[in-house]
């Protein structure tokens, strides 16, 4: 078993693993900026529903984006103490 400053840098080292992960994917899963646009452009089909529905997704993907960041920031600056 791994102790003391070790530890901590190995547990670090999988957390910002598995964060780098999560901030590429959800990152890839949100929409561009021109997507609203070409939206508008393009026709109205959706229904007001699916927009507000698209808008809550959005804005929950961009929160998670800036939380995953933050972590990413920390978690980067603990592994290079730690090394």
Do not use: C, H, N, P
């Not at 791994?2 to 190995?10: I, K, P, R």
């Not at 609203?36 to 927009?51: N, T």
Request: proline share 0%.
């Amino acid at each position: 078993m791994l102790g003391g400053v070790e530890g901590v840098q190995t547990v670090a080292f999988v957390l910002l693993i598995i964060v780098s992960i999560a901030l590429i994917a959800v990152v890839l899963l949100q929409s561009g900026r021109s997507a609203g646009l070409s939206g508008a452009i393009s026709g109205g089909a959706e229904q007001l529903v699916g927009k507000q529905k698209a808008r809550g997704i959005d804005a929950v993907l961009s929160r998670a984006t800036v939380v995953l960041a933050v972590l990413f920031f920390v978690l980067t600056i603990a592994v290079a103490y730690f090394m």
